[in-house]
């Protein structure tokens, strides 16, 4: 009986939504509200906007001095540790002199989140002019908080990009009701990350503003990726951010109906952006004071700077989730495309989900056909490390392909690396005495569904997105280089030509490869007649367009023996140095409970929302 109402009820629902579209007159009268209430004062009166001291900014503006149009000129840090990358955001944004542009994917009101935009309402304030274009899923999703924003400085302006029904807020009937009545819009989201400050120094890569993405959260905590790029680039950076901020999809606040419901309850006398109340002012205090410490800024930052001349930075074009099939709007993925398809030696990929295009299957599928003795060695999350299950069930379901017919050597990330230490900042703080414990569900954790795990305690998952051509050039960006970055989302990122830039971004794949840090998938050891005929069946399983339902598979996981050193899963004495450990390792889940979720996640169909 429930189930018969709730169609009806969610068609009531889709009505109401739909009809209750803001007049021209309910978004004049929020502007006007905002133009009386909005502070226009500005604390500084130098040219300068009173900004901070920034050796990066600096370096920018020294390769933009030094740069020709036919000889480029840049300066570029890969930031691999959290904390560093955000204090390298901090830096920039107390140095920004004229403008901040800020694009990003997810924005949440914790610690990370609260820190830098506590920073831009400083900057704002100074007298810089900020823009934030987050995309709306994901972001600010508290109206009122929304509306506090949009009336706290006249600098400070704030859009989202594609508002489910014009609002700041997704419950979960709108949730439900985007998807059933506008499900190719819904589906459709602006996933790209850039900070740019002054049109010459920007941050791209991987990470959004969340504290699982700054070494801040005390369960689960990302493995990621961003690059600082000063120079020339960061005009392309301002260029991208433009087209977007004009776009029709990148809404105003005063055009959101929950939001513009606040401000006009409110009016002109409420309150505006007050200082943030943290979970954990120690650390954002330590962190604050990194940003501006010269020897902390040269150990951290100025040390792993490259000197380099050509860099590119891509974006896919807004209407890419508009018109999806046309091949200009999709800019990064036909670069990527064109870079893998140059490999003659190796390449070496680090995606937290495996599961590639149809294009990229068949890029693959050529690469080794007409280059046999091409590597390509695959960086990716085990299911214990993973955020996403059902994305890691379609990759399961497909390993043999990767393995067998593209010659993928894949490592799959474990949730407790042994050098989890030397990758996150504060290690110890974060799972010493005092620091919450547990299986590692995450502040967001019940939207991606990770696996209970049998260890407790801090757990990681690999976010970083990158690719190394032949160890020559390198990309990171946004692109997670599966069907949703090529076909759904808009996405960004950097390519870098420079060899010892790419052989940074090289090791820091391969170390997270290494055998304390990842397991390595390969094929289940021979058993006479029976393995032929589970692969047959496995084959004829796969598939299957939906279903899967053959459960023993063509690979597994394997660990390295003691005392052996690391092989090829395609070595012939691959079996003598490792040992299975099965397919699914660490993770606390029957096997017949791990298939049953497998079975849900292809019977939901959704391979179009992964």
């Known amino acids: 009986m429930c189930r018969r109402l709730s169609l009806p009820l969610l068609a009531l629902a889709l009505l109401a939504l739909a009809g209750c579209t803001l007049s021209r ?94 920073e831009l309402v400083r900057a704002a304030r100074r007298g810089v002019r900020v823009r ?100 020339p680039a960061a005009r392309a950076m301002a260029a991208s951010f433009e087209a977007f901020w004009r776009h029709p999809r990148a809404v105003p606040l005063t055009h959101l109906r929950d939001v513009n419901t606040r401000i006009l309850a409110e009016g002109a006398e409420a309150p505006a952006w007050g200082p943030p109340v943290y979970a954990r002012p120690e650390r954002v205090a330590r962190l604050s004071a990194e940003a501006e410490d010269p020897g902390y800024l040269q150990r951290h930052l100025l040390a792993h700077v490259f000197e380099v001349g050509r860099v590119d930075y891509f974006s896919d074009l807004p209407n890419k989730p508009l018109e999806p ?33 149809g294009r990229a299957r068949r890029l693959f599928r050529e690469l080794r056909r007409d280059h046999p003795k091409l590597r390509v060695i695959v960086s990716t999350n085990s299911l214990a490390a993973t955020d996403a299950f059902p994305v890691y069930a379609l990759y399961h379901k497909h390993k043999k392909r990767y393995l067998k017919h593209y010659g993928f050597e894949i490592h799959e990330f474990k949730p407790h690396p042994a050098e989890a230490p030397l990758l996150v900042a504060h290690y110890e703080e974060l799972t010493g005495e005092g620091a919450e414990q547990g299986t590692g569900t995450g502040s ?58 790419a052989g940074a971004v090289r090791a820091s794949i391969l170390r997270d490869t290494a055998p304390e840090n990842a397991w390595v998938v390969a094929k289940r050891p021979h058993i006479p007649v029976l393995s032929k005929i589970s692969n047959a069946i496995g084959d004829l399983s796969a598939a299957l367009p939906l279903f899967d339902l053959w459960p023993f598979r063509y690979a597994t996981s394997y660990e390295l023996n003691p005392g052996c050193q690391p092989l090829s899963p395609f070595d012939p004495k691959f079996q003598q140095c490792y040992t299975p450990v099965g397919d699914f390792p660490e993770v606390d889940l029957p096997l017949k409970s791990i298939y049953t979720r497998i079975l849900t996640a292809f019977g939901a169909g959704l391979t179009g929302i992964l």
């Open 25 to 118: 007159g309910q978004i004049r009268r929020a502007d006007a509200v905002l133009a009386l209430a909005a502070d226009r004062s500005v604390a500084c009166a130098r040219a300068d906007a009173c900004a901070a001291p920034s050796p990066l900014l600096d370096l920018a503006r020294q390769a933009l001095a030094d740069s020709a149009p036919q000889h480029p000129r840049h300066y570029v840090a890969m930031l691999d540790v959290g904390e560093d990358a955000l204090a390298a955001r901090l830096n920039l944004i107390r140095a920004a002199r004229r403008s901040i542009d800020i694009q990003t994917y997810i924005w949440v009101d914790d610690d990370a989140g609260q820190l830098v935009l506590d």
């Open 132 to 231: 934030i274009l987050a995309d709306q899923l994901f972001s600010f999703s508290d109206p009122a908080w929304l509306a506090r924003l949009a009336r706290t400085h006249a600098n400070l302006e704030i859009r989202l990009y594609n508002p489910t029904f014009d609002e700041a807020g997704t419950g979960p009937i709108e949730f439900a009701a985007g998807i059933v009545c506008c499900f190719s819009t819904f589906n459709q989201r602006m996933h790209n990350k850039l900070l740019l400050v002054d049109d010459a120094a920007g941050i791209t890569g991987g990470r959004n503003y969340q504290d699982d993405y700054y070494d801040w959260n005390e369960r689960y905590g990302y493995r990621d990726r961003d690059v600082l790029v000063m120079g």
């Open 325 to 357: 099939d046309v091949e200009d709007e999709r800019e990064l993925t036909r670069h990527i495309m064109g870079l893998v398809g140059g490999a003659r030696h190796e390449v070496v990929m680090q995606t937290p989900y495996l599961v590639i295009s």
């Open 444 to 501: 967001r954790g019940s939207r991606t569904g990770r696996v209970p795990l049998k260890t407790g305690g801090l757990r990681m998952g690999l976010h970083a997105k990158s690719i190394v051509i032949d160890g020559r050039v390198a990309l990171v960006g946004s692109h997670n280089f599966d069907p949703r970055s090529d076909h759904y989302n808009t996405e960004s990122g950097v390519i870098v030509y420079d060899e010892a830039f």
